[in-house]
């Protein structure tokens, strides 16, 4: 029998869950890890995890749910449970099933741990999802102009006056350390894979936990970087793809070994919406980089609908699972 490969994923969010649905389909020849950032403050997740003072949930469900066996309709009515998001009544309006669920089965196990395994055998998930580490933190961020920022939703979605500012220093409060098992993950892993998603809300905030870096510096498996499909206001307003590729680099102590760029175009319809918000194309200045770099159309053709009671901000666009994932695969 041929040994599997290995590849990990990570990131948080929205961006990967499209990745790890793609890669899915390949689990019969690799072992998929996600590794998810434990710093999401907002909307359900930032509820519950203010009520119950539980690490945050809602990224881990994404990854859950992207690598849940869906194949009768059994299967995928569950990943719909999962995804429900409540949209009225008084305390519900707002929260996701899936959540809720996580934080029952927390309650009865008496460990986050647990609950997100009993999690993954109800759903048969394609792989393992791992929390990046136990700790309960707070992101952190510094900005250009001095300001100092705390909270992951107050990061990702900043006022206007501060569109334009850019962030020097990111880091966690208190001081976080990576698991053992997402430590064991990297260390083994054949592809590693950050992104894609939002520079620092989602993926650098991965990589400001104690050891990550480190783990991935040492790993001997390729480091794969994914560049977001557009730029964030307060974020990423002025950030070219090699200004992104340098604050990986900052940040884990190692350059991408392949640096992926989408070349799908975005609808000019959803140009003009994204502009209104202060958001734009990435520019592809790829050229300059020094590491191998691969361009694909990787955009998913149908515009991201929001749904009902969901509070937050989320993109129009995302990536192409099955495009990301045969491309991903095409490096083992």
Do not use: W
Not at 49 to 60: A, M, N, Q, S
Not at 235 to 241: D, M, P
């Amino acid at each position: 029998m041929i040994e599997k490969k290995k590849v990990v994923v990570i990131g948080g969010g929205t961006g990967i869950h499209p990745v790890l649905q793609g890669l899915k389909k390949y689990h019969e020849e690799i072992d998929i890890t996600a590794i998810i950032s434990m710093a999401d403050s907002g909307g359900s997740t930032g509820r519950l995890r203010d009520e119950f003072g539980l690490l945050p949930v809602g990224d881990v469900r994404m990854a859950l749910i992207a690598l849940a066996s869906d194949v009768d309709e059994h299967e995928e009515l569950l990943r719909k449970l999962f995804l429900y998001r409540f949209a009225k009544g008084e305390g519900l309006n707002g929260h996701n099933f899936g959540n809720l669920l996580i934080v029952a089965l927390t309650e009865i196990l008496g460990s986050e741990a647990e609950a997100v395994q009993t999690a993954s055998k109800i759903l048969r998930i394609r792989g393992q999802v791992l929390p990046v580490t136990s700790d309960k933190i707070h992101l952190v961020a510094e900005y250009d102009n001095g300001e100092i920022v705390t909270g992951e939703h107050n990061i990702d979605e900043p006022p206007q006056a501060r569109f334009d500012n850019a962030i020097t220093n990111l880091y966690t409060e208190p001081v976080a350390i990576i698991t053992e098992d997402a430590k064991q993950a990297i260390s083994e892993a054949d592809l590693i894979v950050l992104g894609p998603g939002d520079l620092y809300t989602s993926l650098l905030a991965n990589c400001v936990v104690g050891g990550v870096g480190e783990a991935i510096k040492q790993a001997q498996g390729q480091f794969v970087f994914a560049v977001n499909l557009m730029t964030k206001p307060g974020q990423t307003s002025n950030l070219t793809a090699t200004g992104h590729v340098a604050e990986v680099e900052k940040y884990v102590g190692r350059k991408p070994d392949v640096v992926i760029i989408n070349t799908g175009e975005v609808p000019a319809h959803l140009l003009e919406r994204y502009k209104a918000n202060h958001q734009f194309v990435v520019t592809d200045d790829g050229d300059n980089l020094s590491g191998r770099v691969m361009r694909a159309d990787l955009l998913h053709k149908e515009e991201v609908k929001q749904k009902n009671g969901d509070k937050l901000s989320r993109s129009l666009v995302r990536g192409d699972g099955d495009k990301f994932a045969e491309l991903l695969v095409s490096l083992l």
